[in-house]
C-alpha cells in the first residue's frame, strides 16, 4: 500500500502502455476470428432445455431470463443479445447504438466490488469520480463525458448522495449499457447514457453456491446464492414455483484510516410460471450500510502537485490520508424494495411485460470535510488543511412502473416489432439538512481525528415529489438485411414540495415545475450473411430543470420555468459478429450536443438564461471475443473531445482570481483518452489443467481538473491480476470448490481519477488483494 509521500512519474512507460492495449487488443482478435469460425461448426452447443432443465418445450421465462437470453445470465464474456437498446429481445448485433453488456463471469473474474468497479473495463465510461474510496458509497461516472443515470431492471433508481440505494454486484446476473440519448424509451435522462442493472431471478434448476474473501484492507466478505424450482404433490402445481435466496455480509476497514465498510443484504425471490406463456417473479431486498467507507478529497497541492509541508518535508499526501473526524463521520443507510416482474405471451405474436418497485431508502450522512475553497487552493503550503462540517438526514420513497406491448407481423414483404408503452415514476423525498461552516482545521504532518468538533444544528427541512409519466412507441422494420428502427415518447414531469427553513429566519417556499418533453429517435442498419453490421442512428434526450426562472414580461415578475435541457446524438458504426462465434466487435464514431444549460442573466439579476452548450465528438472500439477453448478477452478504447462549445457564462482562474469566458473550456474529471484490455486464460489440458491466469491494463488520459483549465490530473496505467483454480483437478472430492486470488493496481500505482477544483481531488486506490473460496453445486 502506498502510504509514503513522494511520488514519481513514469509518462513514457504509459504512452508506451496505451499503444501496448490497442495493438494487442486488435491482432488477437482478428487472430481469434480466423480460429473460431473454423471451430464454429464442430461446437456443441447445449440446448435450452438441458441448461435450464425445462421439460416441456421453450418458455417464455427461459427466452428472457435463461442462460443466453436478452436479461439472462452471460455465457462467458460475450452477450449476444440485450433489452437495454430497444426494450425488446435484440441481438446487439442489430441494435443501431453503442451497448456494452457486462456478464456474471466477468464480475467474479475481476472481483468487482461495486458497480463503478464493474464498469472499469467498458470504453467510454469513466469510473470512480469521487476516487476509490468513495466508490462504496455511491455509483458516479461518467458516459461519454456526461453523468449517467442507474436504472434496475429497466425501472430508475432514485439519484440522491446521501440515502443512494446502492446495489451490490453479488445481486445482480448483468450490467447493460446503451450509450448515447435514450430518454425515448427510459424518459429524462443525460445525453451520456444509462446503466440497466439486471437482477438475478430464480430459475428451474437446482443451484447453489457459497463463498468466503478476505484481504483488501482488513475486509472479510461472505455471501450465498441457492435455489431452483419447488417441489409440489398438489396436482397442476409441479414443476411451477422456483425460488432463489442472496445474501451477502462485508465488514472491514475502509481505504482511508479509521474509516470503516460495513454491508449485510438479504434478497429473496419467487417466480411462477403456471404455463410456457406466463412468468411472474416477485423480489425481495433489504441491505444495510451502517458504514460506507470514505468520501472526501484532498487539496491540487499535496495530490497532483507537491507541497511543502514545513519541517523539510515536500511531498504528497499519502493515498490513505483521513481529513475527517470519528467522531462525526457517519454515513448510515438502510435501504428495502419488493418488485415484480410479469411476462405474457398471446400466441406467437403479441407478448406483454409489467414491471414495478416500491423502494425506501434512508440514510444519515455527517462529515468534516477538506473546504472547497480558497483556503486550500493553488497557493495553498504548509501542514493546515481547512475543513468544514455538516451533514444530512434523507428519507427516499420510490414507485416506479413500467408497462408495455410487442407485437410481431408483417406488412409485405416488411418485418415488424413493434413496441407501445407507458411508465411512470415517482420519487418523494425528505431532507433535514443545515450549514456546512468552516471548522477546525486538520494538521496533516499530525493529524488528530477526535477533536471536540460541534455538529451544526439543522436548519431546513423539505419534502420534494418528483413524478414523470411517459407514453413510448417503436418499430423496429426489417426487410432483406435492413434494419430501420423509428421511436418516439412523449413525457410530462413535475417537481412539487416545500422547503422550510428554520434559520437565520423563518420561511416557507413551495416548489412546482412542471417540464414535458418529445424525444424521438431513428436509426438504419444493415446486417449482411457475414455478420458485418454498418448502422447511422440519431437519438434525443431531455433533463427537467428545476432551479432558476427565465426573465419574460409576458410572465410578470416571476419569469417563466426554463425548458428542459435537450441533447441529441448522431452516430454511425460498424459492429462485426461472425456467425457461429463468441466474438463481438463494435466500432462508432458519434457528435453529442447537449443545450438549453443555464447560467446567469447579465442584464436581469436574479435571472437566468439558457445559453450553455457542451459538444462532444468521439471515437470508440469495443472487442468481446472467445478466441479459442480457455481464451477469452474484453478490449476497448475511446477518444473523447469534449468542450463548452456555447456559453455566456464566466468562471474564475484560481491563478489569476480573474473571471473567464467558459466558451471554449472543457469539462473538469474526463479524461480524453482510456483505453483497457483484460485476457484471461483456462488451462484445459495437461498438468496445469483448472489453473485460470488473467491480467488487465487499464489507461486513463489526462483529464482537466479546474472549470478555468489552469491544470490537469495526469495520465495513470494500472495493473490488475488474477489467479484461479479449479480444486477438482487437484482431488475430486473438492468437485466445486475454486480458490482465487485478484490483486488490483498490481504495480501499486499513486493516481488521482480527478479532481473538479483546485481543493477538490481524489485519489485511486491503492493495490489490493483478495483471496477467494467458493464452492458451487
Known amino acids: 500500500m ?56 421453450r418458455t417464455l421465462n427461459g427466452d428472457l431470463y435463461g442462460r443466453g437470453g436478452a436479461a439472462g445470465a452471460v455465457p462467458g464474456y460475450v452477450a449476444s443479445r440485450s433489452t437495454v437498446g430497444t426494450k425488446t429481445d435484440t441481438p446487439i448485433v442489430e441494435t443501431a447504438q453503442s451497448v456494452s453488456v457486462i456478464g456474471r463471469r466477468q464480475i467474479e473474474d475481476q472481483n468487482a466490488l461495486t458497480i463503478n468497479q464493474a464498469l472499469r473495463y467498458t470504453p467510454s465510461v469513466t469510473t470512480e469520480q469521487r476516487g476509490g474510496a468513495g466508490s462504496t458509497r455511491l455509483e458516479q461516472f461518467y458516459i461519454r463525458g456526461f453523468t449517467a443515470p442507474l436504472f434496475l431492471d429497466n425501472m430508475a433508481l432514485p439519484g440522491n448522495r446521501d440515502a443512494f440505494p446502492t446495489v451490490d454486484p453479488y445481486r445482480l446476473e448483468r450490467v447493460d449499457i446503451i450509450k448515447g440519448p435514450a430518454s425515448v424509451l427510459y424518459g429524462q435522462s443525460g445525453p451520456g447514457g444509462i446503466v440497466n442493472l439486471v437482477s438475478k431471478v430464480p430459475q428451474f434448476v437446482r443451484h447453489g453456491e457459497v463463498f468466503l474473501q478476505g484481504g483488501g484492507f482488513s475486509e472479510v466478505r461472505g455471501g450465498f446464492d441457492v435455489g431452483g424450482p419447488i417441489a409440489s404433490d398438489i396436482p397442476g402445481l409441479a414443476d411451477q414455483f422456483a425460488y432463489r435466496v ?52 484532498f487539496p491540487a497541492v499535496g495530490t497532483i502537485f507537491a507541497r511543502n509541508f514545513g519541517n523539510g518535508i515536500f511531498g504528497r499526501l499519502p493515498v490513505n490520508f483521513y481529513d475527517g ?48 475553497g480558497d483556503v486550500n487552493g493553488p497557493y495553498t503550503s504548509g501542514p493546515i488543511i481547512g475543513r468544514s462540517v455538516g451533514g444530512t438526514q434523507v428519507d ?81 422494420a426489417k426487410v432483406d438485411g435492413f434494419i430501420l428502427t423509428l421511436g418516439g415518447r412523449y413525457d410530462t414531469a413535475r417537481q412539487t414540495g416545500p422547503t422550510r427553513t428554520f434559520s437565520p429566519t423563518n420561511s416557507l417556499a413551495i416548489q412546482d415545475v412542471p417540464a414535458e418533453a418529445f424525444t424521438g429517435r431513428a436509426s438504419l442498419l444493415y446486417l449482411f450473411d457475414s455478420g458485418v453490421a454498418p448502422y447511422v442512428s440519431y437519438s434525443e434526450a431531455f433533463e427537467p430543470i428545476v432551479t432558476g426562472r427565465i426573465f419574460d414580461r409576458s410572465f410578470g415578475t416571476a419569469g417563466r420555468i426554463p425548458d428542459p435541457i435537450s441533447s441529441n446524438q448522431y452516430e454511425a458504426g460498424i459492429k462485426y459478429q461472425p456467425p457461429g462465434t463468441d466474438i463481438l466487435l463494435t466500432t462508432a464514431v458519434f457528435d453529442i450536443r447537449r443545450s438549453n444549460a443555464t447560467t446567469t442573466d447579465p442584464n436581469n439579476p436574479g435571472f437566468v438564461v439558457q445559453t450553455g452548450e457542451v459538444g462532444v465528438q468521439g471515437i470508440e472500439f469495443e472487442a468481446r471475443a472467445t478466441i479459442a477453448e480457455g481464451l477469452s478477452l474484453i478490449g476497448g478504447f475511446s477518444l473523447l473531445d469534449i468542450r463548452n462549445v456555447r456559453d455566456t457564462g464566466f468562471t474564475t482562474n484560481d491563478l489569476t482570481r480573474r473571471q473567464v469566458p467558459l466558451q471554449g473550456l472543457r469539462p473538469v474529471q474526463v479524461p480524453d483518452t482510456t483505453a483497457s484490455l483484460f485476457v484471461d486464460y483456462r488451462f484445459t489440458e495437461g498438468p496445469l489443467f483448472g489453473l485460470g491466469l488473467g491480467g488487465g491494463v487499464r489507461y486513463l488520459g489526462p483529464s482537466w481538473g479546474d472549470p478555468a ?69
Request: proline fraction near 4%; aromatic fraction near 12%.
Open 396 to 476: 427516499i420513497e420510490a414507485y416506479t412502473m413500467d408497462n408495455n406491448f410487442i407485437a410481431d407481423f408483417d406488412t409485405g414483404p416488411i418485418a415488424h416489432t413493434a413496441l407501445l408503452g407507458v411508465d411512470h415514476r415517482t420519487f418523494s423525498t425528505r431532507s433535514v439538512t443545515g450549514p456546512f461552516p468552516a471548522t477546525t482545521s486538520l494538521n496533516a504532518l499530525a493529524p488528530d481525528h477526535d477533536l471536540p468538533i460541534r455538529f451544526p444544528a439543522f436548519t431546513s427541512t423539505s419534502r420534494i415529489d418528483a413524478q414523470q409519466t411517459g407514453v413510448y412507441f417503436q418499430d423496429q
Open 709 to 777: 483549465n489552469t491544470f490537469q490530473v495526469p495520465e495513470s496505467v494500472l495493473v490488475d491480476a488474477v489467479v484461479s483454480y479449479d480444486m477438482k483437478h487437484f482431488d475430486p472430492r473438492l468437485t466445486g470448490l475454486t480458490a482465487q486470488l485478484n490483486v488490483q493496481n498490481l504495480l501499486d500505482e499513486r493516481y488521482v481519477t480527478g479532481c473538479f477544483t483546485y481543493s477538490g481531488c481524489y485519489y485511486g486506490l491503492p493495490r489490493t488483494v483478495y483471496a477467494t473460496l467458493r464452492y458451487r453445486w
Open 2 to 57: 502506498s502510504n509514503g509521500w513522494i511520488s514519481h512519474s513514469d509518462g513514457g512507460m504509459k504512452f508506451h502502455a496505451l499503444g501496448f492495449i490497442l495493438s494487442t487488443t486488435c491482432a488477437v482478435c482478428w487472430a481469434g476470428i480466423a480460429v473460431a469460425q473454423q471451430t464454429a461448426a464442430t461446437d456443441v452447443e447445449l440446448s435450452e432445455l438441458s441448461v435450464m432443465g425445462e421439460t416441456s418445450g
Open 325 to 372: 473526524d470519528r467522531n462525526i463521520e457517519r454515513s448510515d443507510r438502510t435501504q428495502a424494495s419488493v418488485e415484480y416482474l410479469f411476462d405474457q405471451r398471446f400466441g406467437e405474436n403479441l407478448r406483454f411485460h409489467s414491471a414495478g418497485r416500491y423502494l425506501r431508502s434512508n440514510g444519515d450522512y455527517r462529515s468534516v470535510f477538506t473546504t472547497f
Open 246 to 297: 442472496i445474501g451477502l455480509g462485508w465488514n472491514g476497514d475502509g481505504p482511508a484510516v479509521t474509516t470503516k465498510v460495513e454491508r449485510a443484504f438479504i434478497s429473496p425471490s419467487i417466480t411462477w410460471r403456471p404455463s410456457t406463456d406466463t412468468s411472474l417473479t416477485i423480489i425481495g431486498n433489504y441491505q444495510r450500510d451502517p458504514f460506507s467507507g470514505f468520501y472526501g478529497g
